[in-house]
C-alpha cells in the first residue's frame, strides 16, 4: 500500500525532540528515557517501565492494566500524557537460563517495551531514521529529561548484533542512572542505531559496599546499548511488524472487491476521497503523501481490511455527511475477520473509563461478561485489554430486532458495567454506548432494552451478594457490663432477635452472644461472604473495644476450643446515631458522598493542632471526600472524630491504641473504600499473630445512606418497661 505507509522519517530529525521521558506513576520525576518509533508509539526498556510503575527492575509480567505517564518534548513546549503498553519484552537471561537477570548479570536479551501513546501523540515532531549499529560509530545520548546541556557523547567499541558497549569521551557528561531507554544517536548519520539499557560501574568495597576510590586500573564511562538489529528483530518476533510497515490484505479476504466497489461508488471525487483516507491515516497513525494525490479505491479498500480500526474510524467520519453509505460498509466489513467494532477515538475513550472505574469494579469484570453474555465462549486473558479484544470479535446478541440489527456483545457488556458504576461514571458510560449505537445505526430501543437487562441484574446482584449485616446496640451498664439488643438484616430489613436487651452481660459473653448470630447466618449463606456486625453506640462508645471481645487462647473458652475474637472473624464496624442526626442539616452532604463512596476519595487529618473550626472547613471544603482518616494523639482526635460524623461523613477510620503515627491507618488507606470493613477485620486477625508487625487497634465508622439504623426500633419501650 503505496499510498498509506507507517514510516515518515526524516534524516533532519532533531534528536533532542525525539527524546521522550518517562516519569513516575506517582509524580513527575523523571525515571528514564524513550525514543518515538512512530507518530504514536515510543520505545524504551522494560526496565525502565517497571521502574516507572514501582516495581522490581526486572519484573517479567505485562503491566496490561497500568499506564504510564510519559513527557513529548516539541520544539517549543512539553506536553505530559499517558501512554499504554502495546507490545512487552521482558528482560531475560542471555545464556538461556530460566529466570530472569539477576546482580551477577552484566548482559541480558529483550528488556524492550513499546507504548502506545494515549492522548496526545508525537506527529508533530519528525521522526528519526533508524540503522544499524557498528563499531566505530559517534553516538549521543541524552538524560531523560531532555535538557539541552544533558548529552553524552560515546563511541561503539564492539557490537556483536546483540549488545553494544560504548566508551564515553573524557570530559562533558556522563551516561548514568536515567538515560536508560533513550536514543543512541548516530552524530554522522544523524539516526538512532539503538538505546541506551546498561553502564558498567566502578567496583564497590566488598565489606561497606561503596564505591573504591577511582583507580587507573577501573572501567570509566563504559555502557551498552541494544542495537537497532536486536530491537527490529525481538519486537517483529513479539508480533510487533505493523511498527515497520503497513499491513498486507489478505488476498483471499472475502470482503475485499465489495469494498472496493464501495469506496468508488461513495467516493468517486479524488478531492473527497482524499479527505477522507487523511483523516482515517491520521486516527489510524498512517502517515500519507502531501502531493494532493489520492489513494485508487484498491488502496483504500486494503487498509480498511488490514488495519483493524480503519473502518470504523471511516463509518465514524463518514456517518453524518455520507449516511447511505454507512451499512453497505459495515456490511462488507461484517464479512472480514479483520476490522473491529471500536475507531481509535471510541477505544481510547472506553480505555480511560474503564481507568476511571474503582478496582474493585474493575475486578469484577469477568463476572459482568459471563452475567451479560452467558451464551458466550469462555473470555481468555485476564487483563482488560485482552477481554475487550476478545469482546470486539463477538457478535450482537441473540435478540434482534424486525430489521436484524444487533446489539454488539462489547456494548452490553459495558450497560452491564454501568449498572454497577457510581452515577457519574455511570452517565459517562451509557453516554459512550449511545454514541456507538448512533455510528452503528442501532435502534436506540434495542439498547435501552438491553440496559434494562443490566439494571435488573444488577439488583438482583445487589441483594444477592451483599452480606447480611447484625446489629447490635450496645449500652454500657458498669465497669464491664453492657446491655445488648441485636437485629439482623438478611437484605428484607431489620428483625430484632434479642429476647434479653436489660440484663448486663461481660463483653466475653456478649462477644458469645453475637459469635452465635453472626456464625449462624455465615454459615447459611457462606457465598456472600461474613456477616457484618455494626454496633450501635453513643458518642462515648465510639472507642469500646468491642471488636477485641471474646478470647485470645485456649484458657478463655476451654483446652479444647479455639479463640473467638470478635473482630478477628468477623467485620466489625461502629455507628452513632446521636451524632449522626445532631446536624441534620449536614444529610444532604451525607447521601452526597454516599453516592460517590466508589471514588475512595480520602481525607486525613493528621495535624493535632487542627481543632473544630479547622476540621469544619476542611470537610466543607472537599465535599466530595467520602472517607477521613484521622491521626493524631488522643487529645484532640476525639473532637475531630466526632465532628466528621456529625458533618455526614459516611466513613471515618482512627487508631485507638496509637498515640503516634498509625500502622493500622497507613495500612488501610490504601484498601478500597467499600473493602474497608473486610480489610479492618483481616488487619485485627494478624495482630492477633505477629502484633509486633500489625500494633495497631483500628476502628471504623460506618453510615451507611442506603440503610436505615433501626432508630425507631431504637426508640421501643424496652420488654421490661
Known amino acids: 500500500m503505496g499510498w498509506f505507509s507507517r514510516s515518515d522519517r526524516s534524516a533532519a530529525a532533531d534528536p533532542r525532540h525525539c527524546v521522550v521521558s518517562v516519569l513516575e506513576s506517582s509524580g513527575s520525576a523523571s525515571v528514564g528515557a524513550g525514543v518515538l518509533l512512530t507518530r504514536d508509539h515510543l520505545l524504551t526498556c522494560a526496565h525502565v517501565v517497571n521502574d516507572a510503575l514501582g516495581r522490581g527492575p526486572f519484573d517479567p509480567r505485562r503491566p496490561a492494566e497500568r499506564t504510564v505517564p510519559v513527557a513529548l518534548h516539541g520544539p517549543a513546549t512539553t506536553v505530559r500524557c499517558e501512554a499504554r503498553i502495546a507490545h512487552w519484552v521482558p528482560p531475560r537471561r542471555r545464556d538461556g537460563s530460566p529466570g530472569s537477570p539477576g546482580d551477577e548479570d552484566h548482559e541480558w536479551l529483550g528488556d524492550l517495551a513499546v507504548l502506545r501513546l494515549e492522548t496526545v501523540s508525537g506527529r508533530n515532531v519528525a521522526l528519526p531514521q533508524w540503522l544499524p549499529m557498528t563499531v566505530g560509530q559517534s553516538l549521543r545520548a541524552w538524560h531523560s529529561t531532555g535538557l539541552s546541556h544533558s548529552f553524552a557523547d560515546v563511541r561503539v567499541k564492539t557490537c556483536d548484533e546483540t549488545v553494544g558497549y560504548v566508551d564515553g ?16 544517536w548516530s552524530v554522522g548519520d544523524n539516526a538512532v542505531v539503538g538505546i541506551v539499557a546498561g553502564h558498567v560501574m566502578p567496583p564497590n568495597d566488598p565489606h561497606s559496599g561503596r564505591p573504591l576510590p577511582h583507580s587507573s586500573q577501573h572501567i570509566a564511562r563504559r555502557s551498552w546499548g541494544i542495537p537497532w538489529q536486536r530491537i527490529e528483530a525481538e519486537l517483529r518476533a513479539a508480533g510487533g511488524a505493523e511498527l515497520f510497515e503497513a499491513p498486507e490484505p489478505d488476498p483471499d479476504d472475502p470482503a475485499y472487491d465489495l469494498m472496493v466497489d464501495l469506496v468508488d461508488q461513495h467516493l468517486p471525487m479524488s478531492v473527497r476521497r482524499i479527505e477522507y483516507a487523511q483523516a482515517v491515516a491520521d486516527q489510524c497513525g498512517y502517515n500519507c503523501p502531501d502531493d494532493r494525490s489520492a489513494p485508487t479505491p484498491e488502496e483504500f479498500a486494503a487498509l480498511l481490511l488490514s488495519e483493524p480500526r480503519a473502518l470504523a474510524a471511516l463509518v465514524e467520519l463518514m456517518r453524518r455527511r455520507e449516511p447511505t453509505a454507512v451499512p453497505h460498509l459495515l456490511a462488507a466489513g461484517r464479512l472480514s475477520a479483520v476490522p473491529r467494532l471500536l475507531s ?33 465462549a469462555a473470555v481468555p486473558g485476564e487483563s482488560t485489554k485482552a477481554v475487550l479484544d476478545h ?45 456507538v449505537v448512533d455510528r452503528l445505526g442501532i435502534p436506540a430501543t434495542s439498547l435501552v432494552e438491553r440496559r434494562t437487562d443490566a439494571e435488573e ?104 476450643e479455639l ?40 481525607l486525613t487529618f493528621d495535624d493535632p493542632t487542627q481543632g473544630r473550626g479547622e476540621v469544619y472547613g476542611a470537610v466543607l471544603a472537599d465535599k466530595d471526600a467520602v472517607r477521613v482518616a ?58 492477633l499473630g505477629s502484633p509486633s508487625q500489625y500494633p495497631g487497634r483500628p476502628v471504623l465508622a460506618w453510615s451507611d445512606a442506603d440503610r436505615s439504623v433501626p432508630r425507631l426500633q431504637l426508640a421501643e419501650p424496652r420488654e421490661n418497661s
Open 344 to 376: 481509535p477515538r471510541e477505544h481510547r475513550k472506553l480505555m480511560r473509563q474503564l481507568d476511571a472505574l474503582p478496582a474493585t469494579l474493575r475486578a469484577r469484570l469477568p463476572e459482568v461478561v459471563r452475567a451479560a453474555l452467558p451464551l458466550a
Open 457 to 560: 441484574w444488577a439488583r438482583a446482584e445487589q441483594e444477592r451478594t451483599a452480606p447480611a449485616r447484625v446489629t447490635a446496640q450496645v449500652e454500657r451498664a458498669g465497669a464491664d457490663s453492657y446491655r445488648l439488643r441485636v437485629w439482623c438484616d438478611q437484605g428484607d430489613g431489620p428483625r430484632q432477635t434479642s429476647v434479653d436487651a436489660e440484663t448486663p452481660r461481660s463483653g466475653a459473653a456478649a462477644a458469645r452472644e453475637l459469635l452465635d448470630v453472626l456464625d449462624a447466618l455465615y454459615r447459611a449463606a457462606p457465598d456472600r461472604g461474613r456477616p457484618v456486625l455494626e454496633l450501635v453506640v453513643d458518642r462515648d462508645g465510639l472507642n469500646l473495644p468491642a471488636d477485641e471481645w471474646g478470647g485470645a487462647g485456649p484458657c478463655a473458652f476451654g483446652a479444647d
Open 169 to 184: 569521551d573524557a570530559t562533558g557528561m556522563a551516561i548514568g542512572p536515567s538515560y536508560s531507554g533513550g536514543p543512541l
Open 630 to 687: 484521622v491521626d493524631v494523639p488522643f487529645r484532640s482526635r476525639d473532637e475531630i472524630v466526632q465532628t466528621c460524623l456529625m458533618m455526614g461523613v459516611p466513613v471515618v477510620m482512627w487508631d485507638r491504641g496509637r498515640p503516634d503515627r498509625s500502622h493500622a491507618l497507613a495500612r488501610l488507606s490504601t484498601v478500597p473504600v467499600r473493602a474497608l470493613p473486610e480489610g479492618t477485620r483481616a488487619y485485627r486477625a494478624m495482630s
Open 391 to 435: 469482546l470486539e470479535c463477538l457478535p450482537g446478541d441473540s435478540r434482534t430486532d424486525a430489521d436484524g440489527l444487533r446489539v454488539p456483545g462489547l456494548l452490553r457488556v459495558v450497560e452491564y458495567l454501568a449498572a454497577l458504576a457510581p452515577p457519574a461514571l455511570q452517565g459517562s458510560l451509557r453516554l459512550w454506548t449511545m454514541s
Open 563 to 602: 479463640p473467638g475474637v470478635l473482630g478477628a472473624e468477623f467485620p466489625v464496624v461502629v455507628t452513632c446515631p446521636e451524632l449522626l442526626h445532631r446536624h441534620e442539616r449536614f444529610h444532604p452532604d451525607w447521601r452526597h458522598r454516599w453516592r460517590l463512596l466508589d471514588s475512595d476519595a480520602l
